[in-house]
């Protein structure tokens, strides 16, 4: 018995032998120029992740003789134990000398991977690391001008909504993701005093935190009670600001059962399909133009460290190649309220609209932005609390 | 039984476990449509392909090894420690405690040395209750275990979304990552602790030393043998089994403790990887053996470091590396299982191997 597993022991040796051999042979053809993408989600999430995939894949077309490795599903709850210096690790054994690391959450373990490989370059997406002056040299931050997003988004669900009560389905607590919110009431409140000539006062503007990006069973709160929870209360459209489609899901299962209910998702071109009866539209990020000029920009030497925060293309939102942000009315979109949604887009391309103009107070009641004044992007960027007519928690009890 | 007779028999239980979890991911592999061949190819290279990759699964061996050691202690006394889970979450709360009282220190080494000692002291701490529900209460460990990780993991939300939440965020991405000066110090070029790895050779150590040689370990397995008898010759079982969780606790406490100051560098609710679950497999799949525990957690070091290859060299769903797990998981437990029926049998018709109590295989290397 013992002879005979040595035996196989032995063989399976010579076996891994062969074929790391053979591997060998095969890894040492030409070396094309390689980007590693790390996603917090999975890469078909019809969401956040999905949409760096995309702009991954725009990359590998536009410039030919690049090519993507991806790891998906980068967050502590679903590979436990894995920490990003590992991964970037492996991607640069890999070949890849610019690593995108996608989500708030990789923040501090892409700054340590950047100090750790001085030469790879490192974009770290929706961070302020170069703002803060804790970037090293070989380390970026991209994000999209998704405020105007969910402008349009808070815009076409005041539209929409019946009783004035839209609820907004929050990932954590940060500085994006209250100035996201924030940007949602916005564009929803000019919507039903300057559209609709109603009183701000009527509309309900509830935010409700899960505590992360998606669900993580038994530690953030459950995305879809809590959209079941605001279709179930009163609140009949929702607007999406976590990384998955939890808020169509349940607004059509509702609809199913005869609730007249709407909901707006987040991030992803393609996240109203097949929700085409209640989805309002979709806010989204088309990350491969922004994509592309940071990867020209390290495989030709001609690498900044800068903090980039990329608008929509004003002249057309949806176009593929040039707009950071886009968004796509919905099928559930009436037709008056689109007509209206396309001026106001047109408004705000040509300035003619503001809506960071003072006066803004946040959600205490002190001034966020004062009477004649319009916020910087700095100050847009780090607001600190919601704004005023809002409800929900501004920062963490 | 001698030594060399008794390894040899065990290192073939071992190889046939292997051999099992081959098979079984082998199948979901083949049912996946993935070639299992370049897949085992993949997470061999992702573990062991170069020295960065190496000490990756040095990193992740470190805290199932302490684990393991600390479950040593008290399945020998009979005790299924499952709240280690806990322990090394609590260990790593009352680590990162002191890491934040000592933000401002000049001497950040004092520091990690007192944030190691508290997660000891923490996850010691965490086990005694499990104990003392045990003895005092009546309660099965297993269940007070349980629920004891169910709230160590709360306490850990509480603290990330609360009074150690980073200024004006909520989120369990964890607290404010502490100052490099607070890291556990690595060798960069390597990523390798050497803190780390002396600490876990100590705790190998001393775990042999006194299973094996103290008044201690004598106890405890003159207890877990037969606790009536034990009580009978005037050993304190209660007591004992407390001494067990106590030991138990302080390496897992240890384990969370080197997750904060040398992994994560902050507190974070995953901090304890389920490398105390883990390391329960990893304690049962070695036979309560201290000389095979650090071989066996190399084994799952290397399969969690290398299955990451999967999605990332074969395109494989990501969800797949977590169906491979649960196969080695069941994998394991069936051969766990069958060689304790195998024992159950052999020890009715010969008597010459393990005793049999508390329907569990007791060793026989150091009679």
């Known amino acids: 018995m013992t002879k005979k597993i040595f035996c196989g022991f032995v063989i399976s040796c010579l076996v891994f032998a062969f074929i790391l051999a053979t591997a060998g042979l095969v890894s040492a053809e030409e070396k094309p120029n390689v980007f590693g993408l790390l996603l917090v989600g999975p890469y078909n999430d019809h969401g956040w992740s999905q949409a760096h995939y995309e702009g991954g894949k725009y990359v590998e077309k536009m410039m030919p003789g690049s090519k993507m490795i991806y790891i998906d599903k980068v967050n502590p709850a679903d590979r436990q134990g894995v920490t990003i210096p590992q991964l970037v690790d492996d991607m640069v054994e890999k070949g890849a000398t610019l690593i995108i690391a996608n989500s708030d959450d990789m923040k501090d373990g892409t700054r340590e991977a950047a100090a750790m490989h001085p030469d790879v370059h490192f974009i770290h997406i929706s961070g302020d690391d170069v703002l803060t002056g804790k970037a090293p040299k070989n380390l970026s931050n991209l994000m999209g001008r998704m405020e105007y997003g969910k402008m349009m988004a808070g815009f076409a669900a005041a539209l929409t909504t019946q009783n004035g009560k839209i609820g907004y389905l929050g990932p954590l607590i940060n500085e994006e993701t209250r100035r996201l919110a924030a940007c949602a009431y916005l564009g929803a409140k000019y919507a039903w005093e300057n559209v609709l000539k109603k009183d701000p006062k009527q509309l309900k503007f509830q935010v409700t935190w899960i505590g992360f990006w998606f669900n993580i069973p038994g530690v953030t709160a459950d995305p879809t009670q809590v959209a079941q929870n605001f279709f179930n209360t009163g609140y009949d459209v929702v607007i999406s600001g976590i990384d998955t489609t939890e808020a169509v899901v349940v607004a059509k299962q509702k609809k199913q059962e005869g609730k007249a209910v709407w909901a707006i998702p987040y991030d992803y071109i393609g996240a109203c399909e097949g929700a085409d009866d209640v989805c309002l539209g979709v806010p989204y990020f088309n990350w491969g133009p922004g994509y592309v000029d940071f990867v020209k920009a390290a495989f030709s030497g001609k690498w900044q460290s800068k903090w980039v925060w990329l608008g929509p293309d004003w002249k057309d939102i949806n176009n593929p190649d040039t707009s950071t942000i886009g968004f796509t009315a919905g099928p559930a979109l009436s037709a008056t309220a689109q007509k209206h949604l396309a001026s106001f887009i047109n408004d705000l391309g040509s300035k003619k609209i503001n809506l960071f103009k003072g006066p803004l107070n946040y959600q205490d009641g002190s001034p966020f932005v004062k009477a004649g004044q319009t916020a910087s992007d700095k100050k847009v960027w780090y607001m600190g609390q919601l704004l005023e007519g809002m409800e929900g928690a501004s920062s963490a009890k | 039984m001698n030594r060399f007779e008794y390894l040899t028999r065990h290192s073939r239980h071992v190889l046939v476990t292997v051999a099992a979890v081959f098979f079984f991911t082998s199948l979901v592999l083949i049912i996946a449509g993935a070639p299992p061949l370049a897949a085992y190819y993949h997470i061999f290279k992702g573990s062991l392909g170069s020295w960065i990759k190496f000490s990756h699964v040095i990193k992740s061996w470190i805290p199932l090894t302490l684990c393991a050691c600390g479950l040593l202690f008290t399945f020998r006394i009979g005790l299924w420690n499952i709240g280690i889970e806990g322990q090394v979450m609590i260990g790593a709360v009352f680590s990162t405690a002191i890491l934040r009282l000592g933000l401002e220190s000049q001497m950040p080494s004092i520091i990690i040395l007192g944030s190691i000692i508290a997660g000891l002291v923490g996850g010691a701490l965490w086990a005694l209750i499990a104990g003392f ?71 190998l150590i001393l775990t042999a030393l006194l299973l094996r040689y103290t008044k201690i370990g004598l106890h405890l397995k003159a207890i877990g043998n037969n606790p009536s008898a034990a009580y009978l010759f005037g050993l304190k079982p209660a007591r004992n089994m407390v001494l067990a969780m106590i030991f138990a606790g302080g390496f897992a406490g240890v384990a969370g403790s080197l997750q904060v100051s040398g992994v994560y560098h902050r507190l974070l609710p995953a901090i304890s990887s389920n490398y105390g679950y883990l390391a329960l497999l990893v304690a049962m799949l070695s036979n309560y053996n201290i000389w095979l525990v650090p071989w066996v957690a190399l084994f799952f070091a290397c399969l969690n470091v290398g299955s990451i290859q999967l999605p990332m060299a074969l395109q494989l769903d990501s969800s797949l590396s977590g169906v491979i797990q649960g196969a080695l998981v069941l994998a394991t437990l069936g051969i766990h299982g069958w060689r304790r029926r195998r024992a159950e049998v052999r020890g009715q018709k010969t008597e010459d191997g393990g005793h049999m109590i508390g329907g569990r295989e007791q060793k026989t290397e150091d009679r």
């Open chain 2, 133 to 203: 529900l045990k003895t005092k209460g009546g309660v099965n460990e297993i269940f007070a275990g349980l629920g004891l990780n169910f709230v160590a993991q709360g306490v850990i939300l509480w603290l990330v979304f609360g009074p150690w939440k980073r200024p004006g965020v909520a989120s369990m991405s964890g607290t404010e990552v502490f100052p490099p000066a607070l890291w556990l110090s690595q060798v960069a070029s390597i990523r390798l602790s050497l803190p780390a790895l002396a600490i876990v050779c100590i705790a």
